[in-house]
C-alpha cells in the first residue's frame, strides 16, 4: 500500500481500527488467479487474527492460498469537494478528492471446518451486532435443529496476522483553514462520520 508520510498510522490507531472491522473483503491467490469474498469479520486479539465464515457452497476455501491470504477493510469514507477549500479562492489551484481510512490485512489462512468453531463465530458475530438492541435476537431464539443445519452450509476462516498496513487519509496534508472547510462542508452534506474523522486527525 503506498502511504505518504502524513497519511501513516501509529501502533495505537491501528489496533484501535481492527477492532472496529465489522466486514472485509477475503483475497486469497489459488491455482487459477486471485479469488475474493466480501465477509463479516471480527478482530480476535488473543488469537492475533480476523475470524469468520463463509458458506459451504463457496469454493474459495479449499482452494489452496498460495503465501499470504489478505483482507482488505474499509473505514470511514468520503468525497471531498475543491469548493470548500480556502485555497480555492486564494489561487484555485485545487482539485477533488477523496478522504478514507483503510487497512490491508495479511496473514496466514486457516480452515475451521468444525461446527463448534463455527458456531463460536457466529455467536460472537451475533453478539457484537445485536448486542446494542433493544431486542437483541440470540442465536438461541432459533430451532436448535434449524441452528445446526445452517451452521453445517459454513465454514469458518481465520486470517492469523503477519502483518498490518494502515493509511488514514483524512485532510493532513491541508492547510487549518481548508481543513475547516473540510470538516464544515462534509457536515453540510450529511457525512458527519467523516467529518468527525478529519476533525480527529487534526489533534
Known amino acids: 500500500m503506498?502511504?505518504?508520510?502524513?497519511?501513516?498510522?501509529?501502533?495505537?490507531?491501528?489496533?484501535?481500527?481492527?477492532?472496529?472491522?465489522?466486514?472485509?473483503?477475503?483475497?486469497?491467490?489459488?491455482?487459477d488467479g486471485l479469488v475474493a469474498t466480501f465477509l463479516p469479520l471480527l478482530h480476535d486479539p488473543e488469537?492475533?487474527?480476523l475470524i469468520g465464515?463463509?458458506?459451504?457452497?463457496?469454493?474459495?476455501?479449499?482452494?489452496?492460498?498460495?503465501?499470504?491470504?489478505?483482507?482488505i477493510a474499509h473505514g470511514v469514507d468520503a468525497y471531498v469537494s475543491p469548493g470548500w477549500y480556502a485555497t480555492k479562492r486564494?489561487?484555485?489551484?485545487?482539485?477533488?478528492?477523496?478522504?478514507?481510512?483503510?487497512?490491508?490485512?495479511?496473514?496466514?489462512?486457516?480452515?475451521?471446518?468444525?461446527?463448534?468453531w463455527v458456531d463460536m463465530v457466529v455467536?460472537?458475530?451475533t453478539e457484537r451486532h445485536e448486542g446494542g438492541r433493544e431486542h437483541p435476537w440470540s442465536v438461541d431464539d432459533a430451532p436448535a435443529r434449524f441452528h445446526g443445519g445452517q451452521l453445517r452450509a459454513i465454514v469458518g476462516v481465520e486470517l492469523e496476522l503477519t502483518r498490518v498496513e494502515a493509511k488514514f487519509k483524512l485532510s493532513q496534508n491541508r492547510s487549518e483553514a481548508d481543513i475547516d472547510g473540510v470538516v464544515a462542508g462534509l457536515g453540510a452534506d450529511g457525512e458527519d462520520a467523516a467529518a468527525a474523522a478529519v476533525e480527529?486527525?487534526?489533534t
Open 90 to 116: 486564494e489561487h484555485g489551484r485545487v482539485v477533488p478528492t477523496w478522504n478514507y481510512t483503510t487497512a490491508h490485512v495479511y496473514g496466514t489462512l486457516q480452515i475451521h471446518d468444525d461446527p463448534e
Open 200 to 202: 480527529a486527525a487534526r
Open 123 to 125: 455467536r460472537r458475530l
Open 53 to 71: 465464515h463463509v458458506a459451504r457452497k463457496n469454493d474459495q476455501w479449499q482452494r489452496a492460498a498460495h503465501g499470504e491470504s489478505l483482507v
Open 2 to 31: 503506498y502511504v505518504p508520510p502524513h497519511f501513516a498510522v501509529d501502533d495505537e490507531a491501528t489496533q484501535a481500527f481492527l477492532a472496529g472491522i465489522q466486514a472485509g473483503d477475503l483475497v486469497t491467490a489459488t491455482d
Open 47 to 49: 488469537r492475533n487474527a
